[in-house]
């Protein structure tokens, strides 16, 4: 078998525990040597290979280099090292049509960008991801070109999606897209683009999508697994399906709906899935707001003193580009998002837990593990200064985590937790949290 030079190549054919399972290799390579394995992990036909080297230099998985992405972004290399990254304009809101919004995450407000960026004939079409038709626990990436396509790729899906490997697909066809993507993702398609200044043309702008993990590709599997659900009478999965904040369920092919947690979304199952489900390479991202999108989006889970939550099918959503803005803007003029300018309100920075998780643990975490001579990305971001408690919190929660590396605890453990008696976690969490909001 021919010997390829693996410092040519992209992350996961020397150290596959930092492949981001972007895709960005397989989408770009010109001669498709790259595919993915069933996990999504990129596997090489050396023979195919002509040692270009351009999947190397697109990989976001072995080092990011912020003040590059923020060069290729932002036109110059201030890196402002701020969680929510470089913010033109803050808003709140959701999305004009009622269909979008009620079928969103967080009130549609993506899809309602997209679909008024198609509907207007700035795009041709758009890049998402949606349940896979074929096997219905597991997530694919598309490009949905009318309204019914994109609303079929509405919720978020807590999975592993090799988005990027669309950039093959891209490559082929005529037009201008719109790409919806994780932070990672982002990366990726930032390096090729400055790569290749004919593909860049073609993407009109970036959405991005705020993320504290992924989840293994598996884990509705699993979920299914744990509940005895049999895969074929299985016809959709929903992570956040129902009433905001939704709930996590499986749609049976003769129409009934099982839910797979007691609680909700948001207070309940999601928290078990991040620990025992977080591929390593997440528990390592220290980009947890899609810093180099156009525009970023994230749930709106801002609450009031009592705990409950102010915007209930809303969305935040930060423009950092001019073309961010303008996009924004021109959806809000025209009615296709409902949104409210909240930039100079200091109520509107949320996500505190998803702070520490990437602005704290993570780098800690790169930093102890480069320390001790094991893999981990390389950023151009040192870790910040931290006390005693945050050294412990990263090692605690490392050691959780690990518990979720082997089958045999993690099925049991997520049985347990998602069962009648794990609801007692969910209960005395919320009881912690409203106690929180109370004291401010
Ligand atoms: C893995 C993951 C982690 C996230 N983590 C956080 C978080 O920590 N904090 C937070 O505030 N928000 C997080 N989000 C974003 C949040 O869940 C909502 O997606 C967001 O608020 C947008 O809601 P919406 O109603 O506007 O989107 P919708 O109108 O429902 O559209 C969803 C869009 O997201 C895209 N999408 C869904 N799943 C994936 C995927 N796996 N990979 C790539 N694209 C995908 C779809 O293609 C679609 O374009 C995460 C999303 C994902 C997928
Ligand atoms: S480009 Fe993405 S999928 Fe390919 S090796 Fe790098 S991180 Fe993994
Ligand atoms: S041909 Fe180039 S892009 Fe493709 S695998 Fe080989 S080095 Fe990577
Ligand atoms: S945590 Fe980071 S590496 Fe993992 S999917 Fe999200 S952006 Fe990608």
Same mark, same amino acid.
């Given at each position: 078998?021919?010997?390829?030079?693996?410092?040519?190549?992209?992350?996961?054919?020397?150290?596959?525990?930092?492949?981001? @399972?972007?895709?960005?290799?397989?989408?770009?390579?010109?001669?498709r040597a790259i595919s993915c394995d069933e996990d999504y992990y990129p596997v090489l036909n050396p023979e195919a290979c002509t040692e270009c080297g351009l999947c190397?230099?697109?990989?976001?998985? +072995?080092?990011?280099?912020? %003040?590059?992405?923020?060069?290729?972004?932002?036109?110059?290399?201030?890196?402002?090292?701020?969680?929510?990254? $470089?913010?033109? @304009?803050?808003?709140? +809101?959701?999305?004009?049509?009622?269909? #979008?919004?009620?079928?969103?995450?967080?009130? +549609?407000?993506?899809?309602?960008?997209?679909?008024?960026?198609?509907?207007?004939?700035?795009?041709?079409?758009?890049?998402?991801?949606?349940?896979?038709?074929?096997?219905?626990?597991?997530? *694919?990436?598309? #490009?949905?070109?009318?309204?019914?396509?994109?609303?079929?790729? *509405? *919720?978020?899906?807590?999975?592993?999606?090799?988005?990027?490997?669309?950039? *093959?697909?891209?490559?082929?066809?005529?037009? %201008?897209?719109?790409?919806?993507?994780?932070?990672?993702?982002?990366?990726?398609?930032?390096?090729?683009?400055?790569?290749?200044?004919?593909?860049?043309?073609?993407?009109?702008?970036?959405?991005?999508?705020?993320?504290?993990?992924?989840?293994?590709?598996?884990?509705?599997?699993?979920?299914?697994?744990? %509940?005895?659900?049999?895969?074929?009478?299985?016809?959709?999965?929903n992570f956040r399906g129902g009433q905001w904040p939704g709930r996590i369920r499986a749609i049976l092919k003769d129409g009934r709906i099982k839910r797979l947690h007691?609680?909700?979304?948001?207070?309940?199952?999601?928290?078990?899935?991040?620990?025992?489900?977080?591929?390593?390479?997440?528990?390592?991202?220290?980009?947890?707001?899609?810093?180099? &999108?156009?525009?970023?989006?994230?749930?709106?889970?801002?609450?009031?003193? =009592?705990?409950?939550?102010?915007?209930?099918? $809303?969305?935040?959503?930060?423009?950092?580009?001019?073309?961010?803005? =303008?996009?924004?803007?021109? &959806?809000?003029?025209?009615?296709?998002? #409902?949104?409210?300018?909240?930039?100079?309100?200091?109520?509107?920075?949320?996500?505190?837990?998803?702070?520490?998780?990437?602005?704290?643990?993570?780098?800690?975490?790169? &930093?102890?593990?480069?320390?001790?001579?094991?893999?981990?990305?390389?950023?151009?971001?040192?870790?910040?200064?931290?006390?005693?408690?945050?050294?412990?919190?990263? /090692?605690?929660?490392?050691?959780?985590?690990?518990?979720?590396? @082997?089958?045999?605890?993690?099925?049991?453990?997520?049985?347990?937790?998602?069962?009648?008696?794990?609801?007692?976690?969910?209960?005395?969490?919320?009881?912690?949290?409203? /106690?929180?909001? /109370?004291?401010?």
């Amino acid at each position: 078998m021919k010997k390829i030079d693996p410092s040519l190549l992209a992350i996961a054919f020397s150290h596959k525990k930092l492949c981001t @399972r972007c895709g960005t290799c397989v989408g770009v390579c010109p001669t498709r040597a790259i595919s993915c394995d069933e996990d999504y992990y990129p596997v090489l036909n050396p023979e195919a290979c002509t040692e270009c080297g351009l999947c190397e230099r697109t990989c976001p998985g +072995g080092r990011v280099d912020f %003040k590059q992405l923020t060069e290729l972004t932002f036109g110059h290399r201030h890196d402002t090292h701020a969680f929510d990254g $470089h913010v033109q @304009r803050t808003y709140v +809101g959701y999305g004009g049509d009622d269909k #979008i919004r009620k079928q969103g995450a967080g009130g +549609g407000v993506i899809t309602a960008l997209l679909w008024d960026l198609l509907n207007r004939g700035v795009v041709d079409g758009c890049v998402v991801t949606r349940i896979d038709p074929q096997q219905p626990w597991r997530g *694919q990436v598309y #490009i949905a070109r009318s309204y019914e396509a994109l609303r079929e790729s *509405q *919720q978020s899906k807590y999975m592993i999606i090799p988005v990027n490997e669309v950039i *093959q697909s891209l490559l082929q066809l005529p037009g %201008k897209f719109a790409y919806a993507c994780l932070p990672c993702q982002v990366h990726g398609l930032r390096l090729y683009l400055a790569e290749n200044p004919e593909f860049a043309k073609k993407i009109h702008v970036i959405i991005g999508l705020y993320c504290a993990s992924s989840l293994e590709p598996f884990v509705a599997e699993e979920m299914l697994a744990c %509940k005895g659900i049999p895969f074929q009478t299985v016809k959709n999965f929903n992570f956040r399906g129902g009433q905001w904040p939704g709930r996590i369920r499986a749609i049976l092919k003769d129409g009934r709906i099982k839910r797979l947690h007691y609680s909700n979304f948001k207070d309940g199952a999601i928290n078990y899935l991040t620990y025992l489900y977080s591929p390593e390479r997440c528990q390592t991202c220290i980009d947890g707001s899609a810093e180099f &999108a156009d525009i970023s989006v994230s749930d709106a889970w801002t609450r009031d003193e =009592t705990g409950k939550y102010l915007f209930e099918s $809303h969305s935040k959503l930060i423009a950092r580009t001019d073309l961010g803005v =303008t996009t924004m803007l021109e &959806a809000i003029s025209c009615g296709a998002l #409902i949104a409210e300018d909240v930039t100079q309100s200091r109520a509107y920075k949320t996500h505190k837990l998803h702070t520490v998780k990437k602005g704290m643990k993570a780098p800690l975490r790169v &930093a102890r593990l480069h320390h001790e001579g094991k893999v981990a990305p390389l950023y151009d971001r040192a870790a910040p200064r931290a006390s005693r408690a945050d050294i412990w919190a990263e /090692r605690v929660e490392s050691a959780i985590m690990a518990l979720g590396r @082997r089958r045999s605890t993690r099925m049991p453990l997520f049985k347990f937790l998602t069962s009648r008696y794990g609801t007692l976690f969910v209960k005395i969490r919320q009881w912690n949290k409203s /106690r929180k909001y /109370r004291n401010k």
